[in-house]
């Protein structure tokens, strides 16, 4: 799996180890520059919306979090 923007077809295709792998690319964070890090986090974050049960234990790599503006 590369760095890439995947359709939801291929998404629908990743399997758990595929996921390990992009996170522990995250969790390394030993990138050639910052763009790659922030298209594997944009990577994640399209997973999240789709295949939610595959990013569970790696949602800290998303850090969102609720934010109150009041």
């Not at 760095?3 to 998404?11: K, M, N, Q, V, Y």
């Not at 758990?16 to 990577?43: M, T, V």
């Not at 399209?46 to 503006?69: C, G, K, N, S, T």
């Amino acid at each position: 799996m590369t760095a890439i923007s995947l359709t939801e077809r291929e998404i629908a295709t990743l399997t758990p180890e595929d996921i390990a792998a992009l996170a522990a690319r995250l969790e390394k964070d030993d990138y050639n520059n910052p763009f790659e890090a922030l298209q594997d986090w944009h990577l994640l974050r399209a997973i999240a919306f789709q295949r939610q049960e595959l990013i569970e234990p790696y949602v800290h790599l998303l850090d969102i979090e609720a934010y109150d503006e009041a």
